[in-house]
Nanobody
Framework: QVQLVESGGGLVQAGGSLRLSCAAS????????MGWFRQAPGKEREFVAT????????YYADSVKGRFTISRMNAKNTVYLQMNSLKPEDTANYYC?????????????????WGQGTQVSVSS
């Protein structure tokens, strides 16, 4: 069983930055692909970014490419999402997720464990 706990959300003005963290339990964190997803009110959960076990491969949604950076520190069982140049349309609840079956993936169905989410609100 893997538990994921997100933190770092909050309210920020457009153009600002936030860094989200996701702390994972379990000894095999370093073998999991990790992802960040988000869900705005009334919308489906969507892919944001993913990273493979070593951090050597990353993929981003087109909407965040060039503004967001996913990274991980396996020694601390933590994955991060650095968000710069935030826009009002980035407002959502952000979730981290772990995949035990895929090396890197952007499909929700490929993830086995999910955190409870952290709210990010961007004002214009």
């Amino acid at each position: 069983q893997v538990q994921l706990v997100e933190s770092g959300g909050g309210l920020v003005q457009a153009g600002g930055s936030l860094r989200l963290s996701c702390a994972a339990s379990g000894r095999t964190f370093s073998s999991y692909a990790m992802g960040w997803f988000r869900q705005a009110p009334g919308k489906e959960r969507e892919f944001v970014a993913t990273i493979n076990w070593s951090g050597g491969s990353t993929y981003y949604a087109d909407s965040v490419k060039g503004r967001f950076t996913i990274s991980r520190m396996n020694a601390k069982n933590t994955v991060y999402l650095q968000m710069n140049s935030l826009k009002p349309e980035d407002t959502a609840n952000y979730y981290c997720a772990a995949s035990t079956r895929y090396s890197v993936t952007y499909y929700l169905r490929d993830y086995d464990y999910w955190g409870q989410g952290t709210q990010v609100s961007v004002s214009s």
